[in-house]
């Protein structure tokens, strides 16, 4: 069974772009997180979305938004990129996207801001 | 204060020693924890998944759960150096939808 896939693996951006990330979950998978982990702050909840649906938000500024498809794939988009947005951005999915903690993980994208 | 804490370490120890992790965390609603790894350039992947407090044991490694001191760990038996990685405890209240909240991470270094 094919993981949690992320495009592009590696990316570098300059201040003031903005950047589009992709993930494509487990077969079957509905539910799709976004962390972002920077070495200060650790792993922090972005969003997550179920059935095309955003169901929960952490505390990130409007500039952070992601979508997710019919067929369960999400996006997630980072407008007017600032130096603080570096960081590895990963995307994990879950069969149902109960609280339990069975997330699988992608191997992320590591965001580059110049 | 952070919601859970956790020592970034490094922790170095010789193969076939006893590893300790542990976190505190401060939410007295959190009531699923768990412990993944994560490798250098990979993601994490789920270790250990604990609900409420008590113990839990899955080959060489055993979480256990302290919620009246608001405190978990994970214990290493055997350590091998393909076990020296990131562990990051998380944990979440069981409302809401996969939200985890992290602990930064602990290098472990287990040499040969």
């Known amino acids: 069974k094919a993981g949690v896939t992320q495009t592009p693996r590696y990316l570098i951006k300059t201040r003031g772009q903005q950047v589009t990330l992709s993930c494509s979950p487990i077969s079957g998978h509905r539910s799709v997180s976004w962390y972002q982990q920077t070495p200060g702050q650790g792993l922090q909840f972005l969003f997550e979305y179920f059935s095309e649906t955003q169901r929960n938000k952490g505390n990130f500024p409007g500039r952070f938004s992601g979508r997710q498809f019919s067929n369960s794939r999400s996006e997630m988009n980072v407008s007017t990129l600032e130096l603080g947005d570096s960081a590895l951005y990963l995307c994990a999915s879950s069969p149902s996207g109960g609280n339990t903690g069975e997330l699988f993980f992608g191997e992320g994208s590591r965001l580059t801001v110049l | 204060q952070k919601e859970v804490e956790q020592d970034p370490g490094p922790l170095s120890v010789p193969e076939g020693a006893i590893v300790s992790l542990n976190c505190t965390y401060s939410n007295s609603a959190f009531q699923y924890f768990m412990w993944y790894r994560q490798y250098s350039r990979k993601g994490p992947e789920l270790l250990m998944y604990?609900?409420?407090?008590g113990n839990k044991e899955d080959g060489r490694f055993t979480a256990q759960v302290d919620k009246s001191s608001k405190y978990i760990s994970l214990f290493i038996r055997d350590s091998q150096p393909s076990d020296s990685a990131t562990y990051l405890c998380a944990m979440s209240v069981g409302s809401g939808y996969s939200t985890l909240t992290f602990g930064k991470g602990t290098m472990l270094l287990v040499s040969p």
């Open positions: 604990t609900y409420s407090s």
